[in-house]
């Protein structure tokens, strides 16, 4: 009824352990008729405000999640972006992060 109604789908969530082509690949699989685009996650808003401020994030998350960051500057960081990224949260990324 929804694709059939002149209103415009979005699926959100507030994951971010994972890139939002995996998120459509689980969702494909599980029966969803749904098309990348019609996706927002964190993510999303995260690297949307990361272009809009043009900083350069130190990136706290899951190596699963960073495809959402391709083509984002990473080198010396003067932002930090935390997610799901349990790997990352050691005494020498927090310094880092604090820093």
């Known amino acids: 009824r929804l694709r059939s109604a002149p209103v415009t789908i979005r699926f959100v969530t507030n994951t971010t352990k994972e890139c939002k082509r995996d998120l459509l690949e689980r969702l494909i699989k599980l029966g969803f008729d749904i098309a990348e685009n019609e996706i927002f996650t964190s993510l999303t808003a995260a690297r949307n405000l ?5 900083v350069r994030p130190l990136l706290l998350v899951d ?9 984002i500057a990473t080198d010396d960081p003067n ?3 935390v997610g799901l990224g349990p790997k990352h949260f050691h005494y020498e990324m927090m310094n880092r992060a604090f820093r």
């Open 50 to 54: 990361l272009e809009q401020k043009q």
């Open 79 to 81: 932002a930090v972006v």
């Open 63 to 71: 190596d699963k999640a960073l495809p959402d960051f391709t083509g």
